[in-house]
């Protein structure tokens, strides 16, 4: 397997435009995140998803953001309009559970989203 | 007021020698950790897992260990080298919260020496 599949890999945009980002996840994983990275906040969870249904997106700073999952093998992030506070690099990552237990959650390469 | 950004602990080491990497984690009824490595410009990559009903999990030249009374995680990396380099990451799982995501630390950047 390739591993987590983000696009694009950078993204430079206007204030107000709107921005969306990709993400497959590894094939057989049935759950999915979503993470933001500042050097101000450090690693942030947006939103996660389990067989392609959002379960907790209360890391979603505003209304401007919204995700989806449509199918099992894909999944965006959007942000309409866009802020210059919105700049991170944004990490997609994909687990399984194996019986009841978690596993590690493996991650892309992140988008390097900068607004100006 | 708000700092200016997250101030990453640095642990500088010569290569060759002994790494360890210390993690306070914040909730108590958390049973899965995780240790990752992140590399300039790339994501987290999975070093090392435990699970809370363990105390020492031994790896590739890594070892974790948990302590749950004082809730603390560390990483252990054997005979460091240049390739090392990187911040590395503790996550939990705050399973009471019904969440099954990870929350992680804030990074140690670990610098080897040649």
């Known amino acids: 397997d390739a591993g987590v599949i983000q696009s694009p890999r950078h993204e430079v945009t206007e204030m107000g435009q709107e921005v969306t980002l990709r993400c497959k996840p590894i094939s057989g994983h049935d759950y999915l995140f979503w993470y933001r990275q500042t050097m101000m906040r450090g690693l942030e969870l947006l939103i996660y998803?389990?067989?392609?249904?959002?379960?907790?997106d209360s890391g979603m700073p505003e209304d401007r953001f919204s995700a989806k999952m449509p199918n099992a093998s894909f999944s965006t992030l959007k942000i309409q309009p866009s802020e210059p506070r919105d700049s991170a690099v944004y990490f997609c990552a994909s687990s399984m559970v194996r019986g009841y237990e978690d596993t590690e959650a493996f991650f892309g390469q992140g988008t390097r989203l900068t607004v100006v | 007021g708000e700092s200016v950004g997250l101030h990453l602990p640095t642990l500088s080491v010569q290569e060759g020698d002994n790494s360890i990497i210390n993690c306070a984690y914040s909730n108590s009824a958390s049973d899965y950790f995780i240790w990752y490595k992140q590399e300039s410009g790339k994501g987290p990559q999975f070093i090392i897992d435990i699970r809370s009903n363990m105390d020492k999990r031994q790896g590739q030249r890594v070892t974790v260990l948990l302590n749950k009374t004082v809730k603390h995680l560390s990483l252990q990396i054997a005979a460091t080298q240049p390739g090392d380099s990187a911040v590395y990451f503790c996550a939990e799982n705050m399973k009471d919260t019904g969440r099954r995501a990870l929350t992680f630390g804030s990074g140690t950047r670990l610098q080897v020496q040649p």
């Open positions: 998803f389990n067989n392609n249904v959002p379960i907790d």
